[in-house]
């Protein structure tokens, strides 16, 4: 099975900052990579699929790369609105295997 | 506007069973793969099964395989989950989630029905 770690666990910035959270895969995946974005009390919701393909409606601050094992989501500029846990998502198989998540908080 | 509405969540005791339903509606259910996933009290994230469209394709987590039994009714537009021989760490929050096609993103999600096995 696929493994997804993501670092770090926890990242505390300021309103404005720009962010950068990891995911890495134990094996390749491709261009097959998710980024949820879960709010407290909240389902998650979808922003980034296919490493780098802003769902519809997600604000354009965020943003996805990567390939293969390793893969970045970015926060152009951070926004109280944004404290949330982020997970990274493999869909290269059927399991669909999540990351631990991170969680990002305002300094 | 999609919708994904959960329930049967509840107490119940270990070794005990439990059928999950998930509702949709606004949009062609037949059409998409729908999973489950769940997230215990203060954890993250876990995929537990998934059936596709046409519901001839399925799979588990190995830590449900054999117990839980995930199927749809599209007549009915809903999803299902029945889940036998439960045990304390099955305890979680269970999404509904949708999926277009298979081997894809889960791009719709319910709010959630809590199944807390206790004694």
């Known amino acids: 099975d696929i493994q997804m770690t993501q670092s770090p666990s926890t990242l505390s910035a300021s309103v404005g900052d720009r962010v950068t959270l990891t995911c890495r895969a134990s094996?390749?995946?491709?261009?097959?990579l998710a980024w949820y974005q879960q709010k407290p009390g909240k389902a998650p919701q979808l922003l980034i699929f296919k490493a780098s393909t802003l769902q519809k409606g997600v604000p354009s601050r965020f943003s996805g790369s990567g390939s293969g094992t390793e893969f970045t989501l970015t926060i152009a500029s951070l926004q109280p609105d944004d404290v949330a846990i982020y997970y990274c998502q493999e869909y290269s198989t059927y399991s669909g295997t999540f990351g631990q998540g991170t969680k990002v908080e305002i300094k | 506007e999609v919708q994904l509405v959960e329930s049967g969540g509840g107490l119940v005791k270990p070794g005990g069973s439990l059928r999950l339903s998930c509702v949709a509606s606004g949009f062609a259910f037949r059409s998409f793969g729908m999973n489950w996933v769940r997230q215990a009290p203060g954890g993250g994230l876990e995929w537990v099964a998934s059936?596709?469209?046409?519901?001839?394709?399925?799979y588990y987590a190995d830590s449900v395989k054999g117990r839980f039994t995930i199927s749809r009714d599209d007549a009915e537009n809903s999803l299902f989950l029945q889940m036998h021989s439960l045990r304390a760490e099955d305890t979680a929050l269970y999404y509904c989630?949708?999926?277009?096609?298979?081997?894809?993103?889960?791009?719709?999600w319910g709010q959630g029905t809590l199944v807390t096995v206790s004694s």
């Open positions: 989630a949708r999926e277009e096609g298979s081997a894809n993103p889960f791009d719709y």
């Open positions: 059936i596709n469209d046409n519901g001839g394709s399925i």
């Open positions: 094996q390749t995946v491709s261009k097959w």
